[in-house]
């Protein structure tokens, strides 16, 4: 199975702040890799897919990169309903799996 | 606007089988044959597993940690697939999504909370 891991695991940012968040495959994904944001409660929210591809309705502020095993998100002006937390997935293999998470909060 | 939506028991019993239903609206299933039908579970406070995915015919990739009490299945007319997992455990408690898959999983149900207890 293909391992995800995210860093960091939780972070701590003001409204305005520029944040990223880094996601890394234990093998080469090519670019099939997507980000969800989830609030307490709430479905998942698909955010960008094929690595850089902000899905419909997403804000621009919200970015894409990597590919290969090196991937990040990319909040550009942090806005008070982007406290969530931030999963990456990979869909170039079965299983499919998820990264455990990088919870984003107010300082 | 597509829109998915679970339904099923909140409450089974270990050892028990756990049903679930996700009911497709605003679109059809088999939506010209491009798009997988997944299932998604989440432990509570804990991070997302994929379980599998199904086509409009009936193809299902499972995952092999689950394959051997699972079965997926799908009803185009009903605009409705299924999720079955036998002989389930505490272990097995969790939000369930049901989501549509283009590759990735681009849209998603709300999720049912499933509770394994006596």
């Known amino acids: 199975d293909i391992q995800m891991t995210q860093s960091p695991s939780s972070l701590s940012a003001s409204v305005g702040d520029r944040v990223t968040i880094t996601c890394r495959a234990s093998?080469?994904?090519?670019?099939?890799l997507a980000w969800f944001q989830q609030k307490p409660g709430k479905a998942p929210k698909t955010l960008i897919y094929?690595?850089?591809t902000l899905q419909g309705g997403v804000p621009s502020r919200f970015s894409g990169s990597g590919s290969g095993t090196h991937f990040s998100l990319t909040i550009s002006s942090l806005q008070p309903e982007d406290f969530a937390t931030y999963f990456c997935?990979?869909?170039?293999?079965?299983?499919?799996?998820f990264g455990p998470g990088t919870k984003v909060d107010i300082k | 606007q597509l829109q998915l939506q679970e339904s099923g028991p909140g409450l089974v019993k270990p050892s028990e089988t756990l049903s679930l239903t996700c009911t497709v609206s605003?679109?059809?299933?088999?939506?010209?044959?491009?798009?997988?039908w997944g299932w998604i579970r989440q432990p509570p406070g804990k991070g997302l597993d994929w379980i599998g995915s199904?086509?409009?015919?009936?193809?299902?990739y499972y995952n092999a940690s689950l394959k051997s009490r699972l079965t997926i299945s799908v009803d185009t007319s009903k605009k409705q697939f299924y999720l079955k997992l036998r002989s389930v455990t505490a272990a097995d408690t969790a939000v369930y999504y049901c989501?549509?898959?283009?590759?990735?999983?681009?849209?998603w149900g709300q999720g049912t909370l499933v509770t394994v207890s006596s």
């Open positions: 199904i086509d409009y015919s009936g193809v299902a």
């Open positions: 094929a690595g850089s």
């Open positions: 605003g679109g059809s299933i088999r939506s010209g044959g491009e798009y997988y």
């Open positions: 989501a549509r898959q283009d590759g990735y999983f681009e849209s």
């Open positions: 093998q080469g994904i090519g670019i099939y």
């Open positions: 997935q990979q869909y170039d293999a079965h299983p499919f799996t």
